[in-house]
Each structure stands twice: as C-alpha cells, then as structure tokens.
C-alpha cells in the first residue's frame, strides 16, 4: 500500500509504501491499514505537523452509506472499513473513505491531465477498469458504486468470457493489462510474465499479440464512444499500465473514436500523467477537502 502525508499545498512531506498482506487474509489487511494510518500520525505528530484528516482509498465497492468495503483481492466482503478507521484514529480526527480510482481521477482532475475541465474520464487500464467521471465540474460517486465501466458488456456470443464479476463479455475480460496477458497467452500457447511482455511481442510484430490487441483497441473504443455518447467528456485520460505504451495504445484510441462518432462532441484522449501516486494523492486531496469544507 502507498502512503503518505500531504500539506495543504498539496506538497508531498512523506512518502512510502508498505506490504499488503493479502494471503495472511481480510483480517490482517485492515489490520495493517489500521496500523499503517496510525504510525503516519505518529510520525507527522514527531516531526511537528499536525494531522488534520485522514484519507484513504481501497479498491472494490465501497458503501458511502455504511462505510463498508467489497473487494475479492483483499477478501473483504461487507468490512466495515470506515467504522474501523474511525475507532483507530479517534472522534477528533476527520476521515474519508473513497475508491482508489476515484481519487486517482480526482487527483489528475485537480492536478494532473484533467485540470480545467469541467466534463472529463480517467480510465486507467491496470489488472481491472473502473473509471472515475468528472460530470459538470464534479466527481461522479453514485453512493459509492458509479464508474465501473470495466464492468459493462461489449463482447457478446460464444468469444464472451467470465468475468471476475460473474457478468461475461465485460470489458475488463478484453482490455485489462492482465486480461491482455492472459488472453495472448491462451491464443499462442506461450505463457508471459504481463502485458508489457505482450506489448514488446507486439512491437516485434508477433501475430498473436496483435490478435489480442486489435481486441482489445476495438473493445476499447466502443467504451469511449458510450461514455462521450452519455457524458460528453472534453478530455479523456489513460492511465493504469498500459498506458505505458503511449501512442501505440493512444493513436488508434483517438482515430477509432473519430472514426465512430458522428454528432458528439469530440473529447481529447491523453495520457494520465501522475502514475502510480494518483490515488495516494487522490486520498489526501479529498481529505483536505474535508478540512476546508469545516471551516
Ligand atoms: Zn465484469
């Protein structure tokens, strides 16, 4: 996990980041979350700052009316995360629970490749997708639940996969980094270490990788074409691992969405540009907001 603390400037005083410990289970990974927010307030405090709110980000479904989290890779099912954070830091200290892609697209929203616009897209391509929506000059939450376009159906017939949601056809099955992966692997009977090993096949003109990644352009395109038929976003950001291949995944982003629209508004689609920090920076930029909002 990646933590840190945060001025008010937005200026990073400590940064660092920690083991989860996912196989030792649900228990020990809030433990550890647990552990890890209250060292960092022990640190600010012997270091002369004063902690004024605490963010945190998880992945999966977080309830905002309850405070409980869902999310398989932690094997959290209904932890009531929130009430948790709440007991270990203490009734004086504000604390915010939100989604980590959410913050990551509100930190590039306030920072980052979506500062200025009013209607934008985060939608970074790691092991999942989710998105954050940035609609008429704020983050979209949904209670907790909006966003997760990884999880709408564009693959359909017999080539539509399980997906890890127990929906088929989502676009995670195609356009993950680890679903391309898998997918390269299944077709050539080669097994590699990740996407960017298919993307180095790809760069060597390997067939397979490029079967696997016109798949995946083509799912790709069909999500931004919905989301800019539905939200009219004027700038989209790419971010998560594959974004690693710039424009060659970004090139043919752009001209397959030209390509396929006809009376919408054309949104810019760029590269996300604060990386793995986003939702670290994400967390703490909305537990300011938070504090401003107090006073
Ligand atoms: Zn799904």
Same mark, same amino acid.
């Not at 400037?9 to 989860?20: F, I, Y």
């Not at 079967?211 to 976003?233: C, G, I, M, Q, R």
């Not at 974004?243 to 995944?249: D, H, I, S, Y």
């Not at 009376?263 to 994400?282: D, H, M, N, S, Y």
């Given at each position: 996990?990646?933590?840190?603390?945060?001025?008010?400037?937005?200026?990073?005083?400590?940064?660092?980041?920690?083991?989860?410990?996912? %196989? &030792?289970?649900?228990? +020990?990974?809030?433990?550890?979350?647990?552990? #890890?927010?209250?060292?960092?307030?022990?640190? $600010?405090? +012997?270091?002369?700052?004063?902690? !004024? +709110?605490?963010?945190?980000?998880?992945?999966?479904?977080?309830?905002?009316? #309850?405070?409980?989290?869902?999310?398989?890779?932690?094997?959290?099912?209904?932890?009531?995360?929130?009430?948790?954070? !709440?007991?270990?830091?203490?009734?004086?200290?504000?604390?915010?629970? &939100?989604? %980590?892609?959410? $913050?990551?697209?509100?930190? =590039?929203?306030?920072?980052?490749?979506?500062?200025?616009?009013?209607?934008?897209?985060?939608?970074? @391509?790691?092991?999942?997708?989710?998105?954050?929506?940035?609609?008429?000059?704020? @983050?979209?939450?949904?209670?907790?639940?909006?966003? =997760?376009?990884?999880?709408?159906?564009?693959?359909?017939?017999?080539?539509?996969?399980?997906?890890?949601?127990?929906? /088929?056809?989502?676009? =995670?099955?195609?356009?993950?980094?680890?679903?391309?992966?898998? /997918?390269?692997?299944?077709?050539?009977?080669?097994?590699?270490?990740?996407? !960017?090993?298919?993307?180095?096949?790809?760069? +060597? *003109?390997?067939? %397979?990788?490029?079967?696997?990644? %016109?798949? $995946?352009?083509?799912? @790709?395109?069909?999500?931004?074409?919905?989301?800019?038929?539905?939200?009219?976003?004027?700038?989209?950001?790419?971010?998560?691992?594959?974004? *690693? &291949?710039?424009?060659?995944?970004?090139?043919?982003? /752009?001209?397959?969405?030209?390509?396929?629209? #006809?009376?919408? !508004?054309?949104?810019?689609?760029?590269?996300?540009?604060?990386?793995? =920090?986003?939702?670290? @920076?994400?967390?703490?930029?909305? &537990?300011?907001?938070?504090?401003?909002?107090?006073?």
């Amino acid at each position: 996990m990646k933590c840190g603390l945060v001025a008010a400037d937005g200026a990073v005083v400590h940064r660092e980041t920690r083991p989860t410990p996912r %196989d &030792a289970g649900g228990r +020990a990974v809030l433990h550890a979350l647990l552990e #890890t927010v209250v060292e960092l307030e022990q640190k $600010a405090s +012997a270091e002369g700052h004063r902690v !004024r +709110a605490v963010g945190v980000v998880v992945p999966g479904i977080i309830d905002a009316e #309850t405070g409980t989290v869902g999310a398989e890779n932690l094997a959290w099912v209904g932890t009531p995360v929130l009430a948790e954070l !709440r007991a270990a830091v203490g009734p004086d200290q504000q604390v915010i629970l &939100a989604h %980590d892609v959410r $913050a990551g697209g509100y930190a =590039e929203f306030r920072q980052g490749a979506l500062r200025g616009t009013t209607n934008s897209l985060f939608l970074p @391509l790691g092991t999942g997708i989710a998105a954050a929506m940035v609609v008429d000059g704020s @983050l979209v939450s949904g209670d907790g639940y909006a966003g =997760e376009l990884g999880h709408t159906r564009f693959v359909h017939g017999d080539d539509a996969e399980l997906c890890a949601c127990g929906q /088929r056809g989502c676009l =995670e099955t195609v356009a993950s980094a680890a679903a391309l992966a898998r /997918r390269y692997g299944v077709r050539s009977g080669k097994s590699v270490d990740g996407a !960017r090993e298919v993307l180095e096949l790809l760069a +060597a *003109g390997d067939p %397979d990788a490029k079967a696997v990644w %016109d798949e $995946a352009l083509a799912v @790709l395109v069909d999500a931004l074409v919905l989301y800019t038929t539905l939200v009219a976003p004027t700038r989209i950001a790419i971010g998560g691992g594959l974004v *690693g &291949a710039g424009e060659t995944l970004l090139a043919p982003l /752009r001209e397959g969405v030209h390509a396929r629209l #006809t009376f919408q !508004r054309e949104p810019e689609i760029v590269a996300a540009v604060l990386g793995e =920090e986003a939702g670290c @920076l994400g967390a703490a930029l909305m &537990a300011w907001d938070l504090v401003s909002g107090e006073q």
